[in-house]
């Protein structure tokens, strides 16, 4: 029996040689650090990844030291302290390590540590088992910094930013679209709908209405243009001008942003009135007021071609002042220009309809055009207005009648007429 023992012995022996051959061979193989340490932290065995990390030659020269002969005090008591709660709470404990190595760089390690026991189930050591994940953290934190850096952005830019999903509701909003529509919009938060906001604005009187559109009239105005991705701008009741622009993003989703134009519309109304405030002084007289030459001409030829259309008259006084001339050298031309303004003034209350035009058509030479008029009309009005000036009592010596008397000359033409 003894020969048998010795047999079972011997290979025994051989297959935890073997074993231990292979154990140490995937050891030894492996990437990542992997060792066991006594209960006072000394390193019992330790493969080359883990003598790497440490700076030391190979795993045999961990043997018997502890993380204190390689690290500074503080980030060792910090290893040490981890072990001790794996070792405390029975369980294997995951965490992320940080070091800084010999060249002042910072590693990241993702570690487990786990308590081995003895037969009878008492602790005897720490198995540690670390991977080098440094290069997934410093992504990991990049990617934190640009998303907060993003964050600030988004939250500080001037402009009011809004994601929307395909089926309309609210994703994102930045805080500067917020405050640009309302300081308390609960409406406003994450998974609102785009016609559940825009309900919500005009209910709260926020926007003004364009004259002319009811409130569904534009929040169905609204819809359109977003789906159109058509640009837009809306007044607020404060005043303020908001232009909105759209644009699509994958998977039927769009971003809206808005912008503030207050000044831009300011400048744009006080132009287009500077413009209206030109084209008027451009189609008047300046001395008279009437209607000038430029324009009068223009007006005929409408005029003109609607009496064709409609089949309508159009009635033409043609109006010179009597001896003018002689007027202004008998009195002056400043005289002659009080006399121009008061005939002026006497065609203007005869040519009172919106569709009459008075003008002043050459020195002393006015004209007045009346759309839709029959000949005892046009006659009639004509010789009002020959009467009117005469009533004046203007005094002028150099004529024959001793006071202003103007000429009056009528025309009436059909819609057969041509000009």
């Given at each position: 029996?003894?020969?048998?023992?010795?047999?079972?012995?011997?290979?025994?022996?051989?297959?935890?040689?073997?074993?231990?051959?292979?154990?140490?061979?995937?050891?030894?193989?492996?990437?990542?650090?992997?060792?066991?340490?006594?209960?006072?932290?000394?390193?019992?065995?330790?493969?080359?990844?883990?003598?790497?990390?440490?700076?030391?030659?190979?795993?045999?020269?961990?043997?018997?030291?502890?993380?204190?002969?390689?690290?500074?005090?503080?980030?060792?008591?910090?290893?040490?302290?981890?072990?001790?709660?794996?070792?405390?709470?029975?369980?294997?404990?995951?965490?992320?390590?940080?070091?800084?190595?010999?060249?002042?760089?910072?590693?990241?390690?993702?570690?487990?540590?786990?308590?081995?026991?003895?037969?009878?189930?008492?602790?005897?050591?720490?198995?540690?088992?670390?991977?080098?994940?440094?290069?997934?953290?410093?992504?990991?934190?990049?990617?934190?910094?640009?998303?907060?850096?993003?964050?600030?952005?988004?939250?500080?830019?001037?402009?009011?930013?809004?994601?929307?999903?395909?089926?309309?509701?609210?994703?994102?909003?930045?805080?500067?679209?917020?405050?640009?529509?309302?300081?308390?919009?609960?409406?406003?938060?994450?998974?609102?709908?785009?016609?559940?906001?825009?309900?919500?604005?005009?209910?709260?009187?926020?926007?003004?209405?364009?004259?002319?559109?009811?409130?569904?009239?534009?929040?169905?105005?609204?819809?359109?243009?977003?789906?159109?991705?058509?640009?837009?701008?809306?007044?607020?009741?404060?005043?303020?001008?908001?232009?909105?622009?759209?644009?699509?993003?994958?998977?039927?989703?769009w971003l809206s942003v808005y912008s503030e134009i207050t000044p831009h519309?300011?400048?744009?109304?006080?132009?287009?009135?500077?413009?209206?405030?030109?084209?008027?002084?451009?189609?008047?007289?300046?001395?008279?007021?009437?209607?000038?030459?430029?324009?009068?001409?223009?007006?005929?030829?409408?005029?003109?071609?609607?009496?064709?259309?409609?089949?309508?008259?159009?009635?033409?006084?043609?109006?010179?002042?009597?001896?003018?001339?002689?007027?202004?050298?008998?009195?002056?031309?400043?005289?002659?220009?009080?006399?121009?303004?008061?005939?002026?003034?006497?065609?203007?209350?005869?040519?009172?309809?919106?569709s009459d035009i008075a003008a002043r058509y050459g020195g002393e030479e006015?004209?007045?055009?009346?759309?839709?008029?029959?000949?005892?009309?046009?006659?009639?009005?004509?010789?009002?207005?020959?009467?009117?000036?005469?009533?004046?009592?203007?005094?002028?010596?150099?004529?024959?009648?001793?006071?202003?008397?103007?000429?009056?000359?009528?025309?009436?033409?059909?819609?057969?007429?041509?000009?």
């Amino acid at each position: 029996w003894m020969i048998g023992f010795a047999v079972l012995y011997e290979t025994h022996r051989r297959d935890v040689a073997r074993a231990n051959e292979i154990y140490g061979a995937i050891m030894d193989a492996l990437p990542d650090c992997l060792n066991a340490k006594d209960l006072n932290g000394r390193f019992l065995v330790a493969n080359p990844a883990t003598a790497a990390l440490l700076g030391a030659a190979s795993g045999k020269d961990l043997i018997g030291k502890t993380y204190f002969d390689f690290y500074p005090p503080d980030i060792a008591s910090a290893f040490h302290r981890d072990e001790q709660l794996a070792r405390s709470s029975g369980t294997p404990l995951r965490l992320e390590q940080q070091l800084i190595q010999d060249d002042g760089s910072i590693a990241w390690l993702s570690t487990l540590k786990a308590p081995f026991v003895r037969g009878d189930g008492s602790a005897s050591g720490i198995i540690t088992h670390s991977r080098d994940v440094t290069t997934r953290k410093t992504i990991e934190i990049s990617l934190t910094e640009t998303q907060a850096r993003l964050n600030d952005a988004l939250t500080h830019m001037a402009d009011g930013l809004a994601m929307f999903d395909r089926t309309g509701r609210l994703v994102y909003c930045n805080e500067r679209f917020i405050s640009m529509i309302s300081s308390d919009a609960p409406h406003l938060a994450s998974g609102a709908t785009i016609d559940g906001m825009l309900n919500a604005v005009v209910r709260q009187g926020l926007v003004r209405i364009p004259e002319g559109m009811t409130e569904a009239e534009w929040i169905s105005s609204e819809l359109q243009d977003i789906a159109a991705l058509r640009p837009s701008d809306t007044q607020l009741t404060d005043g303020r001008w908001i232009a909105k622009r759209h644009s699509a993003i994958r998977d039927g989703a769009w971003l809206s942003v808005y912008s503030e134009i207050t000044p831009h519309k300011q400048a744009q109304f006080a132009l287009e009135a500077a413009n209206a405030r030109l084209q008027v002084l451009a189609n008047v007289d300046g001395l008279t007021g009437l209607t000038n030459r430029r324009a009068f001409d223009d007006g005929l030829k409408v005029e003109f071609a609607r009496a064709q259309r409609q089949n309508q008259t159009l009635g033409l006084l043609m109006i010179d002042i009597d001896h003018f001339k002689g007027f202004n050298d008998t009195y002056g031309h400043p005289e002659g220009d009080n006399c121009l303004r008061a005939v002026a003034e006497c065609l203007m209350h005869h040519a009172r309809r919106p569709s009459d035009i008075a003008a002043r058509y050459g020195g002393e030479e006015f004209v007045a055009l009346y759309p839709n008029i029959d000949q005892d009309g046009l006659l009639a009005v004509g010789e009002a207005f020959r009467q009117a000036v005469r009533d004046l009592a203007i005094a002028h010596a150099a004529s024959p009648k001793g006071i202003v008397t103007v000429s009056v000359g009528a025309s009436l033409m059909d819609g057969s007429s041509a000009l």
